[in-house]
């Protein structure tokens, strides 16, 4: 069965805008062209794609199943655009990555020096993301690698376990919580807060937390990484969650205290994802071997007591 990439485009666009008007407006089509483009792709496929009502259209079943293919379909051809441009210019590979902020800023930079080093000819475009949107990019085909934490669901990738570090709470020494060898993050709501910008991963997982308990943070003010952070709690600005691993190096250097949060979420479970391990192209399973071994050199330096 042949489907024009067309096709394809307009049905992805009707379910976003909910609208045959819309997916026909953002395909730069007329309404009757794209009716009877649909009109034609349910009779080749032999099955209705919308529920028309006086409201707007939805997917029947079938319609989400070619939706979900049709994403897939174009994000791979987007893939390959992107990968022969590099190869025009002279480079051998395009490995995309998506991570959590603590081992986007933590982890991965000396595994990827070394990748790089030994990888001259790849790029890689590296992003930060929540971990639910990093499972959904990596099944969708739309990254090659993820590295999540926390409880996501990834039953449908293949996974190897990576890092674990703790949330904590930074506070500038002498803070009244800086005496506490642990506290509730419900606790400290009621206090001002050092955040990162809205478009952090971690930023992102404070804010649904906070959502859930139907509080709100009070942020003080936002920066752009956990360094800047640290200084503007040092500072006395307010407190900040932070990954341990961060907040112990930072405190080496600055006047700030660290108090272990009770909450379960605070252990961050660190995770390798893949849609295959084994369809992946070799120079990406290069870098998953590498994070593999780090991982491995990680516990057998870690002191007995930061396992527990």
């Known amino acids: 069965m042949h489907f024009d990439l067309v096709d394809l485009r307009l049905m992805v666009r009707i379910a976003e805008a909910n609208s045959l008007t819309g997916g026909a407006a953002s395909s730069h089509m007329s309404l009757p062209a794209a009716s009877a483009r649909v009109k034609h792709l349910e009779e080749r496929i032999g099955a209705k794609l919308l529920y ?184 006395g600005v307010g407190v900040g969650v932070l990954p341990g691993s961060a907040a112990r190096r930072h405190a080496q250097t600055m006047e700030i205290g660290i108090v272990a949060l009770r909450d379960d979420w605070a252990l961050r479970e660190l995770r390798i994802c893949a849609r295959s391990l084994e369809a992946l192209p070799g120079y990406a399973r290069d870098l998953v071997d590498l994070l593999v071994a780090d991982a491995r050199e990680a516990a057998r330096s870690a002191p007995v007591a930061a396992r527990r």
């Open 52 to 235: 028309r009502t006086s409201q707007g259209v939805t997917l029947t079943p079938p319609g989400q199943a070619f939706v979900q293919h049709a994403r897939l379909v174009l994000a791979q051809i987007e893939h390959l655009r992107s990968d022969l441009r590099e190869y025009a210019k002279g480079v051998k590979g395009h490995l995309r990555v998506l991570a959590n902020a603590t081992a986007l800023g933590e982890f991965l930079p000396p595994v990827l020096r070394t990748y790089l080093l030994r990888h001259p000819d790849v790029n890689v475009d590296l992003r930060e993301r929540l971990s639910d949107e990093i499972v959904r990019a990596v099944s969708d085909g739309q990254t090659d690698i993820g590295i999540v934490a926390g409880t996501v669901r990834t039953e449908s990738l293949e996974v190897l376990p990576y890092r674990h570090d703790r949330l904590v709470l930074a506070v500038p020494a002498g803070h009244p919580l800086a005496a506490q060898p642990e506290v509730d993050f419900a606790d400290t709501l009621e206090l001002d807060h050092v955040g990162l910008q809205d478009a952090s991963a971690l930023h992102g997982f404070i804010r649904r937390l906070c959502e859930g308990l139907g509080r709100p943070l009070r942020l003080r003010i936002q920066v752009s990484g956990f360094e800047t952070a640290c200084r503007m709690i040092e500072a």
